[in-house]
């Protein structure tokens, strides 16, 4: 297996806030061997123990059309551990409709010549991680295959119902880039067991965590047949910075997966 990009890792707030972050990651993208993107984004309105598919047959963004491949999603289906989300639910859902446009542009020069898979991932327990990491595991390892995995980090303030703070870090928004950096560094070992007890131990607010989960199974179940890959970020911002209790904001990362 050559060197290429198999996965990225980027936000899905808004635009104003995410685009410089997520132009980091797309510039890994290179459409000439990619000819289907899947796209893995947390569910935010709709609860969801497993995973869901979209009933849709298109994506359309200012671009064009994106075209969903069915015959993935068939083989998906029959497996039994996917839902079919409805129509509703994804239009509500900007997790993964945020990153269209991203993956049109990106991959303009081929837009005949890919399709797309839509995944909505719900709150998976440890072991559901595990299988769907599992599952997706072949995807992983194919060479024309690329990875969306869509995730904010850290949601601080009163209104996230989250206000973690060291004070040993300084002002609050060093005290949570540095909850941010700590998971981060964990992610990039690629050990979905040491990323759970993170989450475990400080519940910081990572709206992706789950679709995360399932890409670190992957990443595992591919490394026990002698699989090489790495991963690394390459951006970090955040929405504002908290200085007292009143104040809230997101976290944005980017990062590229590498399999060797």
Known sequence: MSNRVVCREASHAGSWYSASGNSHAYKQVDPSVTRR?????????????????????????????LRIDHKVYADL???????????????????????????AKAMESHKDEFSIVP????????????????????????????????????????RFRY???????????????HLDKMGMGIIEQLDPMSFTNYLKKYRNTICGRHPIGVLLN???ELRKSGVEMNFSFLNYAQSSECRNWQDS????????LIAH
């Open 163 to 177: 206000t973690y703070y060291d004070e040993s870090q300084g002002e609050i928004y060093r005290s949570i880039e």
């Open 249 to 256: 904001s997101v976290s944005y990362a980017a990062g590229a």
């Open 119 to 158: 995944v909505l991932v719900g709150a998976l327990s440890e072991s559901k991680e595990q299988e769907y990491g599992k599952l997706l595991s072949k995807y992983l390892a194919d060479p024309s295959n690329l990875f969306i995995i869509s995730s904010d980090f850290c949601h601080w303030g009163q």
């Open 218 to 220: 992957a990443v595992a």
């Open 37 to 65: 993107v899947f796209i893995l984004g947390p569910s935010h309105h709709v609860p969801l123990s497993r995973c869901a598919l979209s009933p849709a047959e298109i994506y359309r963004t200012p671009l064009y059309d």
């Open 77 to 103: 289906w029959k497996t039994g551990l996917f839902e079919r989300m409805s129509l509703q639910t994804d239009e509500d859902e900007h997790s993964i409709e945020m990153h269209l446009p991203y993956t």
